[in-house]
C-alpha cells in the first residue's frame, strides 16, 4: 500500500494547531507530499477539537467526509488530537473506516501510523512532554502562535481539558525564546502567545522580554490569561513593553459569584471588577477580551442579571458567549439545576445584544484617530488588516483604503472614519 499525498484537516484552538503544525513537519521531514483536494489523497488526517458538544459534532462530521472518500482511492483514515484522545477505542468500533488513532501526546508517531499496515494506535500517557519541534507553520508566515506550556490544572467543574490534556506542564524558557527567533527569522511581525493558561508560567515575564528583544517582532499579543494569575508586575511589563499590544485576553466565564463558585473559579465580581479597574488605570488604551458561558447548572435569573449588569458596566472592547455544554466526566455534568438548552441560548442572544448595544460608546474612543494596522491582504475592494486591539481570527478587522500598493505582513498608519459592530473602515495616512 503505497501512500504519498496526504490531506489534513486541523480544526480547534490555535494550540491544536500547532500541534498540528508539529505532526506536519514531521510528514513532510518523512518524503510525503501535501494535498488539498480530498479526493486525490491517500490519506487523510483530522486533527479533532472535543472541548464541547459542537467541537464534537464538527470533528466527527469531518471525520465521516472524509470516509467517504474510501469508496475511491483513500488508503488510509487517521484521527488525531482532543476527541481521539478522549474516545480512543471507541472511535475504531464507531467508524470503522478509521485506520489510525493518536492521542493528545503521541503525534510524533504519525509517520508510523501512515506507514503501518495494521490499524495502529498510540496514546501516551498524558503526564508525559507535549512533543515539540520545528513547525510547519499553517498561517501567514507574519502572524504566528508561539505555545508556551501544555494542558490546564484549574479544574474548572465544566472543563473536560485537564482529562483530555492532562494538568499544566509549561516549556522551559529557553525553548520558547528559541522557538521565537525561528518564527522571527521566518517572517513573524507578530507573535501571540497562547496555552491554556498563559499568566501561570512562572517565567512569563522572562518570555515577553525576550521576545520583546527580537528586533524584527513589533507585536507581541498575550492571550487566555487567567485573571487571578495577573500580577502587578505582568501588569507593569504589558505597560512598558512598547512591543507588547496593549490587550488582553481575559476569560472570565461569569460574573455572578455564587455561579463561579459552582464553576469552581477562583473569584468573583469583587475582584474581577477590581482586577479590571487595576489594569484599565495602569494602562488606560487597554483592549480587553472577554468570554462568558450561559446556561451553567443553577444560574438563576438574579445570576444571570449580575452577568447583564457587570456586562454594561466593564464595556468590553472585545466579547464572546457561549452557551453550556454538559461534558460526561466533568462535575458540572452531575449538578442540579441544568439549565434548559433554549434558555441557555436565549441567554446568550440577550448578552450579545448588550454587548452590541454598547458598541457605540466602546468604538467611539477609536474613530478620529491614526493606528498603526497589520496588513492581512484585500478584501471587499478595501485593504484589510488589524489594529491593535483586534487579535486574529476572533476579533473584527479594519478595511482601509490607500494610493499605494500595501503589503500583507507590513504595517501602515490607518485614520479610522466608521465602524460596523466589530470592523472598522478607514484609510491609509502619511
Known sequence: MEIKKIGVISLGCAKNRVDCEVMMKKIQDAGFEF???????????????????????????????AAVYKALNLKKLIVTGCLAERYKEEIFSSIPEVDAILGVKSFDEIVPALLSEEKFSCFKPLSEKSPEGERLITTENYSVYLKIAEGCSNRCSYCVIPYIRGNYQYRETADIINEAKVLAARGAVEINVISQDTSRHPELIKIIRGICEIQSVKWVRLLYLYPDE????????????????????????????????R???????????????????????????????TGFPGEKNSDFKALCEFVRKIKFENMGVFTYSREEGTPAAGYCGQ?????????AETLMEIQYGLLDKINKKYLGKVFPVLCEGIE??????????????????????????????????????????YDFYGYETV
Open 339 to 347: 439549565i434548559d438548552k433554549r434558555m441557555s441560548e436565549k441567554r
Open 230 to 261: 495577573i500580577s502587578d508586575d505582568l501588569i507593569a511589563e504589558i505597560k512598558n513593553q512598547s512591543k507588547v499590544v496593549k490587550y488582553i485576553d481575559l476569560p472570565l466565564q461569569h460574573a455572578s459569584s455564587p455561579v463561579l463558585k
Open 263 to 293: 464553576m469552581n473559579r477562583r473569584g468573583n465580581q469583587k475582584k474581577y471588577s477590581a482586577l479590571i479597574g487595576k489594569i484599565r488605570r495602569e494602562i488606560p488604551s487597554i483592549a480587553l477580551r472577554t468570554t462568558f458561558i
Open 35 to 65: 494535498c488539498e483536494n480530498e479526493a486525490e489523497c491517500d490519506a487523510i488526517i483530522v486533527n479533532t477539537c472535543a472541548f464541547i458538544e459542537t467541537a464534537k459534532e464538527e470533528a466527527i462530521r469531518n471525520i465521516l467526509d
Open 380 to 421: 471587499n475592494d478595501h485593504f484589510v488588516g488589524r489594529a491593535y486591539f483586534q487579535a486574529p481570527e476572533v476579533d473584527g478587522k479594519i478595511f482601509f483604503k490607500s494610493k499605494n500598493d500595501c503589503q500583507e505582513g507590513q504595517f501602515y498608519n490607518v485614520f479610522l472614519e466608521k465602524y460596523d459592530t
